[in-house]
């Protein structure tokens, strides 16, 4: 663990005996801020990066400290008050299971302002709406309750920069209602992904801008005049490899990449699709997230003409989704299987539409050869290129067949593959989808 966490927390500690001790009219000397020692912790970098204030040290602290010490201001409270007691001036909300003291908005007031009224004005631009904290949803004060004071708040560090300090990482969040998007990871490699040399070639442009992007916004000071973000549209038939490369895109730029549930998202229920949108973009917000639409018409689909309240709301949501997509700063990947089936308004907006062409005969023959296991041993009447010729099949119909074919040949115990096993494996993928051979 970095020094630099326990330095400060005795500093906000030190902070805190002062404001008591002057409250309670005893002579004391207010604290200097620790210096923050070089080193590659999250915590630390997180502290040179944003080169926090004061107030902003101390708010932060102030909100990490129960999760580092739940007693940590009950502590100092007993130091002054040993018998007990409230003391309604540091603010402050019990745990609801902990019943440890949680500092409000008040308590940040306190610690920096004291009684100083002018001061404590200043302190609270700490938790205004155009402060980088809640732009960056990093520290916010939760809502009071009962018509209380809106500083009566408690202090709420956002969970991932909890984890980030204090573990070191921020965990991949899990699938939810609350957060409708599954983490996608590949261990396969650009190498296994067979596309037409032009799709290719617009794939790799994703990766450019993912790389450059800082640069050219802040280094070159384009951000004075392009929108933030990237939008692109991945289309084509099923099985093309729109969602493998998204993760790849993700695994070789270093960044996540989340695959937005549609089904949790979109809500029959008047404004509840909105509010999911919002719960999740808020999420993603500065994440440095790859955020993938996949079948996206269900929600980015074509606005209709006003006949009943349903299609009012359900363009309201279409519209609030273009407002949200538009100012997300990373990149968000809509998939489709046809381009038209999605809204104008979004296909304007696109910075990129990638076309996911069925793969032709030489390509479907490199899938072929890709696909099987080393052990596996291909009979000697399996003739791979007059399969790739004969049967138009997309990368995922291949891979069920040799799916199909291992499980096979481990069936008779041995390793070899032959004609007819590919056939029948042909054959069943085929009908899945009404086809014959």
């Not at 002062?18 to 409250?23: C, E, N, Q, V």
């Not at 502590?75 to 299971?97: H, M, S, T, W």
């Not at 004075?224 to 490899?241: D, N």
């Not at 489709?336 to 005969?361: C, G, H, L, T």
């Amino acid at each position: 663990m970095t020094p630099n966490l326990p330095t400060s927390l005795a500093f906000l500690a030190d902070l805190a005996r002062f404001r008591l001790a002057t409250h309670f009219g005893k002579a004391a000397v207010p604290p200097q801020p620790p210096v923050i020692q070089n080193d590659e912790a999250p915590f630390t970098r997180f502290m040179q990066q944003k080169r926090l204030t004061v107030d902003e040290f101390v708010a932060l602290m102030a909100a990490l400290a129960p999760h580092l010490r739940p007693d940590f201001f009950d502590q100092l409270v007993a130091e002054f008050l040993p018998q007990g007691g409230d003391f309604p001036a540091i603010g402050g909300i019990k745990g609801a299971n902990s019943r440890s003291f949680q500092p409000t908005g008040e308590t940040v007031l306190f610690l920096l302002a004291g009684n100083d009224l002018g001061r404590r004005f200043e302190v609270q631009r700490l938790f205004a709406n155009d402060h980088f904290f809640a732009k960056e949803k990093i520290l916010a004060l939760e809502d009071a309750k009962n018509g209380d004071l809106p500083l009566s708040g408690r202090i709420q560090l956002d969970p991932d920069y909890v984890d980030l300090f204090t573990l070191g990482y921020a965990p991949i969040p899990h699938i939810s209602s609350q957060f409708p998007a599954q983490h996608l990871a590949t261990q396969m490699e650009w190498e296994d992904l067979v596309l037409d040399a032009a799709t290719l070639a617009q794939i790799h442009e994703l990766e450019s801008w993912v790389a450059h992007n800082e640069t050219l916004l802040y280094g070159w000071g384009m951000h004075r005049k392009i929108r933030p973000g990237y939008r692109a549209l991945f289309y084509g038939p099923p099985g093309t490899g729109k969602t493998l490369t998204a993760s790849l895109l993700g695994k070789y730029t270093g960044k996540e990449v989340f695959k937005i549930d549609l089904s949790m998202v979109v809500s029959k229920f008047i404004g509840e699709t909105e509010k999911n949108l919002a719960t999740l973009f808020d999420k993603a917000q500065h994440k440095n997230w790859i955020l993938f639409f996949d079948e996206a018409d269900a929600i980015f689909g074509k606005r209709t003409s006003v006949r009943d309240a349903h299609d009012k709301y359900a363009n309201q949501e279409v519209s609030y989704l273009l407002q949200r997509i538009e100012t997300f700063p990373g990149l968000a990947i809509l998939a489709s299987n046809f381009k038209n089936n999605i809204d104008e308004a979004f296909v304007r907006r696109f910075n990129a539409m990638i076309y996911f062409s069925p793969p032709k005969a030489e390509e479907r023959l490199r899938l072929w050869q890709k696909s099987f296991p080393e052990n596996v041993v291909l009979a000697p009447d399996v003739d791979l290129p007059e399969i790739a010729r004969r049967y138009e099949l997309t990368g995922a119909h291949i891979m069920n067949v040799v799916q199909f074919v291992c499980l096979q040949a481990l069936s008779r115990a041995n390793h070899t593959i032959s004609h007819e096993d590919l056939l029948l494996g042909i054959r069943r993928e085929l009908a899945k989808e009404g086809k014959s051979v």
